[in-house]
């Protein structure tokens, strides 16, 4: 059974850092592209940032140069080191397979996504 869980939330400041992980099982997780997607508080899904490998990574302009993306095939795992935090980064972020990029207005096409882990950030 093909399955993903996130972990690392929480609460951080603004200005803070923070670091996401998500975890693959049942499936082959280094063969695929990974990405991180969010919902914030009353918004609809974003994606976030995308990788394939170090030489194939994407981010939206709204976290390009605060947030990392980065993946542990050996270990099944995808990270997300997220810096300087902004209020507006809340949100449930989520990690899913098999995608890389979505340009600005395109939908987010339904793959395997895991439940997500909630994080806030307020002084």
């Known amino acids: 059974q093909e399955q993903l869980v996130e972990s690392g939330g929480g609460l ?3 200005g803070g850092s923070l670091r996401l992980s998500c975890v693959g099982s049942g499936f082959a997780f ?5 990405s991180w997607l969010r919902q914030g508080p009353g918004k609809g899904l ?3 940032s995308g990788i394939i490998n170090e030489g194939m990574i ?4 709204s976290v390009k140069g605060r947030f990392t993306i980065s993946r542990d095939n050996a270990k099944n795992t995808l990270y997300l080191q997220m810096n300087n935090l902004k209020p ?3 949100a449930r972020y ?3 397979k098999a995608i890389l990029y979505i340009a600005p207005g395109n ?3 339904t793959t395997l996504r895991g439940p997500g882990t909630q994080f806030t950030v307020s002084s």
């Open 12 to 14: 951080a400041q603004p």
């Open 30 to 34: 280094g063969a695929n592209a990974m």
């Open 46 to 48: 974003e994606w976030v």
């Open 58 to 61: 994407e981010y939206a302009d």
């Open 88 to 90: 507006e980064d809340t």
């Open 94 to 96: 989520m990690c899913a």
């Open 107 to 109: 939908p987010i096409p």
